[in-house]
């Protein structure tokens, strides 16, 4: 099973059981689907960080309180901001499928997330090559809703990207996304290559979720 597979059985909340060969065919099939009706884009920009005190954090002339995005960015003198997308036809296709596939609609959402996080994976890579050239290292991607990491500063990062007229990815007045296979994201860029601190499932209390990743390694 490779990574993205992996991630989509994950996120169908499978954890360490077995996955019958239906499911996987689905998944081998949606991923195909939503492959083609994806128009995946992203917008970033560069910030100055500033973190005063303990939890605090300035992202330019943005405040956030958080730990976790706190020790997250230890160390760090700027961050990237960044939001991405599948755009607007793969929430399409799933809602298309829903009508008359549940099952299938339910894989394609699992399928869809792991699909956002290899291109966010992919775009950080080669990334992060480039600042490694110029001296730079990343930190892990640390969304908001991670650990106390509010899900609603998403409002000022769209803002501040100028996401909604670059890439068409705005929010609703209930702090959702859309579309909704979307992302909101900082990546912390230091002078030094630090063992990367916690990030995503690493940072969430929630021990017993059937969704966590295995933890085990950075």
């Known amino acids: 099973?490779?990574?993205?597979?992996g991630e989509a059985v994950r996120y169908l909340g499978y954890g360490n059981h077995a996955v019958d060969e239906e499911t996987l065919a689905l998944v081998e099939s949606s991923f195909l689907e939503l492959s083609e009706a994806a128009?995946?884009?992203?917008?970033?920009?560069?910030?100055?960080?500033?973190?005063?005190?303990?939890g605090q954090v300035f992202i330019d002339d943005y405040r956030i309180d958080s730990r976790h995005l706190f020790r997250n960015l230890r160390g760090c003198e700027k961050v990237v901001l960044l939001g991405a997308t599948l755009g607007g036809q793969v929430d399409l296709q799933i809602r298309r499928a829903a009508l008359t596939e549940m099952a299938r609609a339910a894989v394609m959402q699992a399928c869809a997330a792991a699909l956002l996080e290899e291109y966010l994976d992919g775009w950080q890579e080669?990334?992060?090559?480039?600042?490694?050239?110029?001296g730079w290292y990343l930190r892990p991607r640390?969304?908001?809703?991670?650990?106390?990491?509010?899900v609603l500063c998403q409002k000022q990062i769209l803002r501040m990207l100028?996401?909604?007229r670059k890439i068409g990815l705005t929010m609703t007045d209930g702090y959702m996304l859309t579309p909704s296979k979307s992302v909101t994201a900082v990546i912390g860029i230091g002078g030094t290559d630090l063992a990367c601190p916690g990030s995503g499932c690493e940072e969430c209390e929630k021990k017993d979720c059937i969704y966590r990743r295995n933890t085990g390694e950075c």
Request: hydrophobic share 25%; glycine share 8%.
């Open 142 to 150: 640390f969304s908001p809703g991670y650990g106390d990491f509010s």
């Open 162 to 164: 100028d996401a909604p």
């Open 39 to 54: 128009d995946k884009r992203i917008v970033y920009r560069i910030f100055d960080l500033h973190t005063p005190d303990d």
């Open 126 to 134: 080669e990334f992060g090559r480039e600042m490694k050239e110029k």
């Open 1 to 5: 099973m490779d990574k993205r597979t």
